[in-house]
């Protein structure tokens, strides 16, 4: 069975400090990964895809990058937090692009003081 | 302008109850639907996905497309407690590379 995996849990920062959020899929080999951000109570906004290792595909600017070193992990960053980064992430992932399900992690909590 | 618009906001229906949540999207490029479940302090789960106009049922969840006026709903029958969560309706085009989300509705299910 797959399992997906974000750390850490919950993470409180200074404006202007770095970040990294990582996020690791077991049990399926080449999977798409996907970033997203969600405000407290309000909806999901894709960040960033990635269909393979090294390759990142960006959907909105917001300050923040992501990475795909290995297979089965993928980072999201950024070397200055801003206040309106404070928000949820999800990792999630699929089999394809297109018509598959999109399957996300537990998510990591940020606050940004 | 939000491509996928969900109503209501929100919705109470008392338990054993039906809830019907209704999504409409704004882009005709859009052929594939979901509808995930959110609980508070966890990542969103996918309740089902539906392609083909119609209806799709999943035990005592029932989604209709009707891919002409770009409406997607889901109905929940016989609704419990923990059917309580905020309910994203999401959809993508064939390229399949963005998937959009609505800005939920909140389901409260009471006794």
């Known amino acids: 069975a797959q399992t997906i995996h974000q750390w850490p849990v919950a993470e409180i920062k200074a404006v202007g400090s770095p970040l990294s959020l990582g996020c690791t899929i077991k049990g399926k080999s080449s999977p798409n990964l996907y970033w997203y951000w969600q405000a407290t109570g309000g909806t999901l906004q894709q960040l960033f895809y990635s269909i393979t290792v090294g390759q990142v595909e960006s959907v909105v600017q917001l300050n923040l990058s992501a990475s795909r070193p290995k297979d089965d992990q993928f980072i999201l960053s950024t070397e200055k937090l801003l206040l309106s980064h404070s928000g949820f992430y999800l990792c999630a992932w699929s089999l394809h692009l297109g018509q598959d399900t999109q399957y996300f992690g537990p998510g990591t909590r940020l606050l940004v003081l | 302008q939000q491509k996928v618009q969900q109503s209501p906001e929100s919705l109470s229906v008392p338990e054993g109850g039906m809830a019907s949540l209704n999504c409409t999207s704004s882009?005709?490029?859009?052929?594939y639907f979901w509808w995930y479940r959110q609980h508070s302090g966890e990542g969103p789960k996918a309740l089902m996905s539906i392609f083909s106009d119609g209806d799709k049922k999943e035990g005592r969840f029932t989604a209709h497309l009707n891919k002409a006026s770009l409406h997607v709903s889901l109905h929940i029958r016989d609704s419990q407690p923990s059917d309580s969560a905020l309910y994203f309706c999401?959809?993508?085009?064939?390229?399949?590379?963005?998937?959009?989300f609505g800005q939920g509705t909140i389901l409260k299910v009471y006794l």
């Open positions: 999401a959809a993508s085009a064939s390229s399949g590379q963005k998937l959009v």
């Open positions: 882009d005709r490029n859009f052929q």
